[in-house]
């Protein structure tokens, strides 16, 4: 359509679009520069020399924080809520490709738990950990507390995925004689494969970076993004940005392994 | 579709002795998330709501039936102030994504020529979207700051003489700070509506002779409207949760509800912050209700 010419219309925007990919890129950027600061110098430019001191101190212990605990704390909870994340959202697709008595308030439930204010949600958990005399921990109200922000996020996508899913293809399997876990086995299941990646890539990433909800929820000990947060009020050293930079590399390689797996069996599929 | 080629030659499975009838499947798929919502999202909402009735000192919180703490927030003019801030807050943030959301949105859908090539430009606007948000947020204070590369900047190309002090600890910061961290919640629903779009109606359009801008206003925006919807339900819900963003970017100087309430837990006044939770719970939903009156989710998925 467009195809034949570009206009003045498609410079313009893409000048645009240039634009605020550096607005989303730029200030990374900077922190990137600036974590590897001089040991002499402070949070803004100038470089005052180029040193890794701050990533070093990052490894050495610490008057503020523990680094090493908060990030095995966040990677754990992760791991956990993605897992969880993949499987509810998948058997709740499942189950929304029928009609069952609820099914409605069961979806509005999911599009409130996203719309309901984080800190809200965090509050809630912690009064009701604190009455029935539970301890809070980054593994239990914690744990949940991510699930309400991950789950309605892999139900919708879930959602999504079913909705463009032509049942054409299970009824192929089931007149050639395979049973319902036959089809979903090897029918349903390589289909959504990617989706359900996607899915977990969002759990993991949305848990490992949240904090909102994991304020009145974490118990004794903090999660990452909490260690972080509390750096932001009393750290005035580079050392913040060190942080910031290793964090968000390993977000860069998770996301990039994630994506990876998902062209991986995309092609392995297409190859069939 | 080359999978099914796989069946029959799979290892031939035991049969399963239990068989759920039909009807109770779609139960037993959806009772997991059920119970998750239940436990930690209904319950702790209704404990809300009790909490804010209750009495309290600074220790410890009596169940009670007062109603204090509403009269007691909703009686400050503070309170009202602090709601008129989020407010303009969560305008000026809309406002800006929405803009910038729909131009993306439409450059992606409408000007680039391979689907691989929009996956890929789709994706450099998503990574940033999936690393830690106060990282972000940190990441604009060597820019902004007194001496940071927009201040240097102006101050060697002679601009200015002194640095300028709003573009760190001000509104300005909290609501670039909040563009910068939310607009592709707005991007996202909105491509996804514009990929949907048949191509033959805009090509009908044109051979009625519209031009392009006749195309855009009378054919993409109006079936844009569900993918803004959704885009501004997120905007809008994130904006009004925020605390962090605020407190980071204007330095302490300027309040959200949610900050408000996040002072008043950290002072142990878990009734008052309830009480503002219920406010500002029935705020929200009341927007989003009102939002979900133009579009059918369900529908837009």
């Given at each position: 359509m467009y195809s034949d010419r570009r206009s003045r219309e498609f410079y313009i925007l893409a000048i645009f679009f240039a634009v605020f990919v550096l607005f989303l890129y730029g200030p990374l950027s900077a922190i990137v520069i600036l974590s590897f600061q001089g040991p002499n110098g402070g949070l803004t430019f100038p470089l005052n020399g180029v040193s890794l001191r701050w990533f070093a101190n990052l490894f050495e212990t610490q008057a503020v924080g523990d680094f090493g605990g908060s990030f095995r704390r966040s990677l754990a909870l992760g791991i956990m809520v993605m897992a969880v994340t993949v499987l509810f959202s998948l058997l709740a697709g499942l189950a929304f490709r029928r009609r069952f008595i609820g099914a409605s308030a069961l979806f509005y439930l999911s599009v409130a738990s996203l719309v309901v204010p984080s800190i809200i949600v965090s509050l809630g958990i912690g009064v009701v950990f604190q009455q029935f005399g539970l301890q809070p921990a980054w593994y239990s109200s914690g744990f949940g507390a991510h699930l309400t922000w991950t789950l309605p996020f892999g139900v919708l996508i879930m959602f999504a995925v079913f909705n463009r899913f032509s049942p054409s293809y299970e009824e192929a399997a089931r007149d050639l004689g395979a049973t319902s876990w036959q089809t979903f086995r090897h029918v349903v299941l390589p289909m959504i494969a990617p989706s359900l990646i996607g899915v977990g890539l969002f759990g993991f990433t949305l848990s490992y970076d949240e904090f909102a909800r994991t304020l009145m929820t974490a118990g004794t000990y903090n999660t990452l993004p909490l260690e972080i947060y509390g750096m932001t009020t009393n750290v005035t050293t580079p050392v913040l940005y060190a942080l910031g930079t290793v964090t968000t590399v390993f977000s860069f390689l998770v996301i990039a392994a994630t994506l990876g797996l998902i062209v991986l069996l995309n092609r392995s599929r297409s190859k069939g | 579709m080359t999978t099914v080629r796989f069946l029959g030659i799979g290892e031939p499975k035991p049969k399963r002795s239990i068989r759920l009838p039909l009807w109770l499947v779609s139960y037993v798929q959806a009772m997991p998330l059920t119970l998750v919502l239940g436990a930690f999202l209904l319950l702790p909402l209704i404990m809300i709501i009790t909490v804010s009735f209750w009495d309290y000192d600074f220790a410890q919180m009596y169940p009670d039936f007062v109603t204090f703490n509403y009269t007691e927030t909703l009686g400050s003019w503070v309170t009202w102030k602090i709601y008129y801030n989020t407010l303009r807050y969560a305008f000026l943030v809309w406002a800006i994504t929405l803009f910038i959301g729909f131009w993306v949105a439409y450059f992606l859908a409408f000007h680039i020529r391979t689907s691989a090539m929009q996956m890929v430009l789709f994706l450099v606007c998503t990574v940033p979207f999936l690393t830690s948000n106060i990282i972000r947020m940190i990441s604009w204070i060597p820019v902004l700051g007194r001496n940071g590369l927009i201040n240097t900047a102006l101050i060697n190309s002679g601009a200015?003489?002194?640095?300028?002090?709003?573009?760190?600890?001000s509104d300005f910061a909290v609501v670039l700070a909040m563009v910068h961290l939310y607009t592709l919640f707005m991007v996202t629903p909105i491509f996804n509506t514009l990929m949907r779009i048949d191509k033959s109606l805009v090509e009908a359009a044109r051979d009625a002779g519209a031009s392009s801008w006749q195309v855009l206003t009378n054919v993409i925006l109006p079936l844009a409207k569900p993918g803004m919807a959704i885009g501004t339900i997120f905007v809008v819900t994130l904006v009004m949760a925020d605390f962090s963003t605020v407190q980071v970017m204007s330095g302490g100087q300027s309040a959200s509800v949610a900050l408000m309430m996040k002072n008043q837990m950290s002072l142990l006044q878990y009734p008052a912050a309830a009480a503002n939770a219920v406010v500002l719970l029935v705020l929200v939903l009341l927007m989003v209700a009102g939002i979900l009156r133009i579009v059918d989710i369900r529908k837009e998925l």
């Amino acid at each position: 359509m467009y195809s034949d010419r570009r206009s003045r219309e498609f410079y313009i925007l893409a000048i645009f679009f240039a634009v605020f990919v550096l607005f989303l890129y730029g200030p990374l950027s900077a922190i990137v520069i600036l974590s590897f600061q001089g040991p002499n110098g402070g949070l803004t430019f100038p470089l005052n020399g180029v040193s890794l001191r701050w990533f070093a101190n990052l490894f050495e212990t610490q008057a503020v924080g523990d680094f090493g605990g908060s990030f095995r704390r966040s990677l754990a909870l992760g791991i956990m809520v993605m897992a969880v994340t993949v499987l509810f959202s998948l058997l709740a697709g499942l189950a929304f490709r029928r009609r069952f008595i609820g099914a409605s308030a069961l979806f509005y439930l999911s599009v409130a738990s996203l719309v309901v204010p984080s800190i809200i949600v965090s509050l809630g958990i912690g009064v009701v950990f604190q009455q029935f005399g539970l301890q809070p921990a980054w593994y239990s109200s914690g744990f949940g507390a991510h699930l309400t922000w991950t789950l309605p996020f892999g139900v919708l996508i879930m959602f999504a995925v079913f909705n463009r899913f032509s049942p054409s293809y299970e009824e192929a399997a089931r007149d050639l004689g395979a049973t319902s876990w036959q089809t979903f086995r090897h029918v349903v299941l390589p289909m959504i494969a990617p989706s359900l990646i996607g899915v977990g890539l969002f759990g993991f990433t949305l848990s490992y970076d949240e904090f909102a909800r994991t304020l009145m929820t974490a118990g004794t000990y903090n999660t990452l993004p909490l260690e972080i947060y509390g750096m932001t009020t009393n750290v005035t050293t580079p050392v913040l940005y060190a942080l910031g930079t290793v964090t968000t590399v390993f977000s860069f390689l998770v996301i990039a392994a994630t994506l990876g797996l998902i062209v991986l069996l995309n092609r392995s599929r297409s190859k069939g | 579709m080359t999978t099914v080629r796989f069946l029959g030659i799979g290892e031939p499975k035991p049969k399963r002795s239990i068989r759920l009838p039909l009807w109770l499947v779609s139960y037993v798929q959806a009772m997991p998330l059920t119970l998750v919502l239940g436990a930690f999202l209904l319950l702790p909402l209704i404990m809300i709501i009790t909490v804010s009735f209750w009495d309290y000192d600074f220790a410890q919180m009596y169940p009670d039936f007062v109603t204090f703490n509403y009269t007691e927030t909703l009686g400050s003019w503070v309170t009202w102030k602090i709601y008129y801030n989020t407010l303009r807050y969560a305008f000026l943030v809309w406002a800006i994504t929405l803009f910038i959301g729909f131009w993306v949105a439409y450059f992606l859908a409408f000007h680039i020529r391979t689907s691989a090539m929009q996956m890929v430009l789709f994706l450099v606007c998503t990574v940033p979207f999936l690393t830690s948000n106060i990282i972000r947020m940190i990441s604009w204070i060597p820019v902004l700051g007194r001496n940071g590369l927009i201040n240097t900047a102006l101050i060697n190309s002679g601009a200015v003489s002194e640095p300028v002090e709003w573009l760190l600890y001000s509104d300005f910061a909290v609501v670039l700070a909040m563009v910068h961290l939310y607009t592709l919640f707005m991007v996202t629903p909105i491509f996804n509506t514009l990929m949907r779009i048949d191509k033959s109606l805009v090509e009908a359009a044109r051979d009625a002779g519209a031009s392009s801008w006749q195309v855009l206003t009378n054919v993409i925006l109006p079936l844009a409207k569900p993918g803004m919807a959704i885009g501004t339900i997120f905007v809008v819900t994130l904006v009004m949760a925020d605390f962090s963003t605020v407190q980071v970017m204007s330095g302490g100087q300027s309040a959200s509800v949610a900050l408000m309430m996040k002072n008043q837990m950290s002072l142990l006044q878990y009734p008052a912050a309830a009480a503002n939770a219920v406010v500002l719970l029935v705020l929200v939903l009341l927007m989003v209700a009102g939002i979900l009156r133009i579009v059918d989710i369900r529908k837009e998925l």
